[in-house]
């Protein structure tokens, strides 16, 4: 607690949110890339364009929206993708309670408000600005707002496009999927502390793919990789 | 313009359900954590999710590739590490996967 209380006192004001959305346009942009990624794909996954941007602009996590088209399938395998989801969101959890020690300060709705437009780019560009000594408290949702429209624009972009795109593999799309989490994973890559962790996901997922049936391996793997980080955390 | 404004009750339940567990994941966090601590260890476990089940996701997908998807994985990791642009690097691996497959 006395960690907490020696925390700047924080706002919430107009002109937090504006400078959160002319700051955070640029990341926004960035972000863009991969919506206009996930647009297509959606598309060639079978969702319609209101679909897709439905998604986007309910669920705003990237990672976990191509995850999920991943999984998509005629079958609907409801359970696997809202649970798949869950857990790698699970991260969501760590950054809100970062948040804390400023966000307690705020009402509610302000709080929980922000919340939903929590990202990884624009949570990390607020926390560099709250424990630099900032006092907006309302950056957050004015750099995840930024962050949202252009996620949901770049969606637009890309399910139009996708829709008149035909026959995936004839112009390797179907690669695309695979090739846009290996950039992510690129992203992700921590060097040697990601080894261990990475390489039991790896085996883990090849072996359960091989006798488990249907598309488990995915979690299976992931989660066989946080035991495994857990376990070796500390060493 | 080819536009679909179609929307399928089942689908739409579906992204409904994942929005919702996304916000429980991010709401969950300014609120449960205020309550319960978080060891070092488990925060560690979390962090590393992502990567796991992306790694889970890729990995069976390439072992069932060949030759051609290989290669491109390499390219996107080189074009990644070059321009740091993501749709730089999946249209060097596109581009890759269908100069090897007319060739190979």
Same mark, same amino acid.
């Given at each position: ?16 949110? #504006? ?73 969501? /959890? ?9 966000? #307690? ?5 302000? #709080?929980? %408000? ?15 600005? /709250? ?40 112009? %390797? ?41 249907? #598309? ?20 | ?5 179609? !929307? ?17 994941? +991010? ?5 449960? !954590? @205020? ?6 260890? !488990?925060?560690?476990? !979390? +962090? ?17 590739? @060949? ?38």
């Amino acid at each position: 607690m006395s960690e907490e209380s020696r925390v700047q006192t924080i706002d919430f004001s107009a002109a937090g949110i #504006r400078r959160g959305f002319i700051e955070g346009t640029p990341i926004a942009l960035g972000v863009g890339g991969y919506g206009i990624v996930f647009g297509v794909l959606a598309s060639q996954a079978g969702l319609t364009t209101t679909e897709a941007v439905l998604m986007s602009a309910t669920v705003l996590a990237g990672a976990a929206q191509l995850i999920a088209i991943e999984l998509w399938a005629p079958s609907m395998p409801v359970f696997a993708i809202v649970v798949t989801v869950f857990v790698v969101n699970l991260r969501y /959890l760590l950054m809100g309670a970062a948040l804390r020690p400023w966000f #307690r300060q705020l009402s509610p709705l302000q #709080r929980y %408000g922000s919340a939903f437009f929590v990202a990884d780019e624009n949570w990390a560009l607020t926390m560099g600005k /709250l424990t630099s000594g900032s006092r907006r408290g309302a950056y957050l949702l004015g750099s995840g707002f930024a962050i949202w429209l252009f996620w949901i624009l770049a969606t637009v972009v890309g399910a139009i496009a996708g829709g008149r795109i035909g026959v995936p593999a004839q112009y %390797g799309l179907d690669f695309v999927l695979a090739g846009v989490f290996i950039a992510i994973a690129y992203g992700l890559w921590d060097g040697r502390s990601s080894v261990a962790p990475w390489s039991s996901a790896l085996v883990t997922a090849l072996v359960t793919a091989q006798v488990v049936p249907g #598309r488990w391996y995915i979690l299976l793997g992931g989660v066989a990789g946080g035991f495994v980080e857990a376990f070796r955390f500390g060493d | 313009m080819v536009i679909d404004f179609g !929307l399928d009750p089942v689908v739409v339940g579906i992204i409904l359900a994942m929005s919702l567990a996304t916000y429980a994941t +991010k709401a969950g966090g300014l609120w449960l !954590l @205020g309550h319960i601590d978080v060891s070092p260890r !488990l925060e560690s476990a !979390l +962090k590393i999710l992502p990567g796991a089940i992306i790694v889970s996701i890729v990995g069976p997908e390439l072992a069932n590739g @060949g030759p051609a998807e290989w290669s491109a994985a390499a390219v996107v990791l080189i074009a990644m590490r070059w321009t740091e642009n993501v749709l730089v690097a999946l249209l060097a691996g596109v581009a890759t996967v269908l100069l090897l497959r007319a060739l190979l």
